[in-house]
């Protein structure tokens, strides 16, 4: 996986937990992407390092930066799940697919995908 899909996988899904409980946890990031604690602990360490997380008495917010890519993320996955889902696409495969698709599509490409489905989704 490349780096920056997984910094983006990561900061999703925290966002996503956060709007779930409010507070988020280590153990709540393992669950979610249902990875080895070692694997998150690193990948959380590191993206404290990198400025987009804060980890303050074992609870995880998102700092501006992480907030921003994980929105971003959240955006287009939503976004192209509906559109595939309006296609005919089954839901789970929907969310598969999108979870794909969402990284390595251009902003451009994106937003020109949503100007000309804007009304037909």
């Known amino acids: 996986m490349k780096r920056n899909e997984t910094i983006q996988n990561y900061l999703e899904a925290i966002y996503f937990i956060q709007l779930e409980k409010g507070k988020v946890r280590a153990i709540d990031v393992v669950k979610y992407m ?12 590191q993206l404290e390092t990198d ?53 390595d599509l251009s902003n451009e490409s994106f937003n020109a995908i949503k100007k000309a489905t804007r009304n037909k989704k």
């Not at 249902?34 to 360490?45: C, E, G, I, M």
């Not at 930066?65 to 287009?76: C, L, P």
């Not at 595939?84 to 990284?103: F, N």
């Open 51 to 103: 400025g987009y997380i804060t980890i303050e008495k074992n609870i995880i917010s998102l700092k501006p930066e992480g907030v921003k890519i994980a929105k971003t993320m959240s955006e287009r996955h939503e976004y192209i799940a509906k559109l595939l889902m309006s296609l005919g696409v089954s839901k789970q495969t929907a969310y598969m697919d999108s979870c794909l698709i969402e990284h």
């Open 34 to 45: 249902k990875y080895s604690r070692p694997t998150v602990s690193v990948a959380l360490k």
